[in-house]
């Protein structure tokens, strides 16, 4: 059917003899016949087309499919995460603060004449966080992308302010009666907000978002503590097991935070960190045997 003009024609084909038309090559010659059909028929046809091919809206996007395929994996893993002891149910983020047993964070014991609180590790025999197993590495790109771009998005609407937390505890300690400020310092509550961020607190946020977006991960990220400079592995890691972590004796330091969650890709052990706290917008993946997607150094 060709249309224009308001004038509808129908258009045909015959073949006809090289000898009517010699310059032809065989190809046939078009002849129009007028349509039976009024300009209204027309039109009324064309509004129906139109009524029954609506436009596309791509910019549309269904919530309940964006990442799909991570959640069909995390899914296929419930009954794993319901074995263990997880926490997902629990109110992480609490007014502009965050709730420490959520992280299973507990205060350590403080001795007398010790400048710093002993910590309190979890021990071997108590059930841990489980492995997130991925049944090849594309499984794992996708959600390893979905969490730089969720931490990423978080180091730019975040501020690290240690500054705060200082005036906050020399206010504190003017409010107060004590004149010592040693015996002050001991019993007094650092605030962990999301207001004055340091490593602490970047890595509760990241942990919230990440649960927020897919609550299974309650059960596979944890919070792991770190020294900065470690000079030589092997002696550090040869003090640790002499002395204990949770020993007064403990001659090892600890002092930066960061998020761990453990991962298997098939047979293959890793470990995702992530590091918030020194502003790294990667997710840094540390492989047992070193092949990709390693990109650290065990």
Not at 44 to 63: A, F, G, M, Q
Not at 243 to 253: I, M
């Amino acid at each position: 059917m060709v249309r224009g003009m308001g004038l509808g024609l129908t258009t045909t084909r015959s073949d006809l003899s090289a000898t009517e038309h010699p310059t032809a090559h065989g190809t046939g010659a078009i002849r129009r016949t007028p349509s039976t059909s009024s300009e209204e028929e027309e039109e009324e046809e064309d509004l129906e087309d139109h009524e029954l091919v609506p436009s596309p809206d791509l910019t549309s996007v269904d919530r309940s499919e964006r990442y799909s395929d991570i959640r069909q994996l995390l899914a296929r893993q419930q009954p794993v995460a319901a074995a263990l002891e997880g926490i997902s149910g629990a109110q992480w983020i609490v007014g502009d603060g965050y709730d420490l047993e959520a992280f299973n964070q507990v205060n350590g014991v403080w001795p007398l004449g010790h400048p710093l609180p002993l910590p309190d590790w979890s021990s071997s025999e108590s059930a841990g966080k489980g492995t997130l197993i991925f049944d090849n590495v594309w499984q794992y790109e996708e959600l390893n992308g979905i969490v730089e771009t969720t931490l990423q998005r978080m180091l730019e609407e975040t501020h690290y302010n240690t500054v705060n937390l200082f005036v906050d505890f020399y206010r504190s300690f003017k409010r107060t009666r004590r004149s010592d400020l040693r015996s002050f310092f001991q019993f007094y509550d650092v605030p962990i907000n999301r207001r004055h961020h340091m490593c602490v607190s970047l890595a509760f946020e990241i942990m919230a978002r990440m649960v927020q977006m897919f609550p299974v991960l309650a059960n596979y990220l944890y919070v792991v503590s770190c020294e900065e400079q470690v000079m030589d592995c092997n002696d550090y890691v040869q003090l640790d097991e002499e002395c204990g972590l949770n020993s007064v004796d403990a001659g090892v330091e600890k002092e930066h935070v960061m998020v761990a969650m453990r991962i298997a890709i098939g047979d293959r052990r890793g470990v995702m960190i992530l590091d918030p706290g020194y502003h790294v917008s990667r997710a840094v993946t540390v492989m047992q045997d070193q092949s990709y997607p390693h990109t650290g150094e065990l």
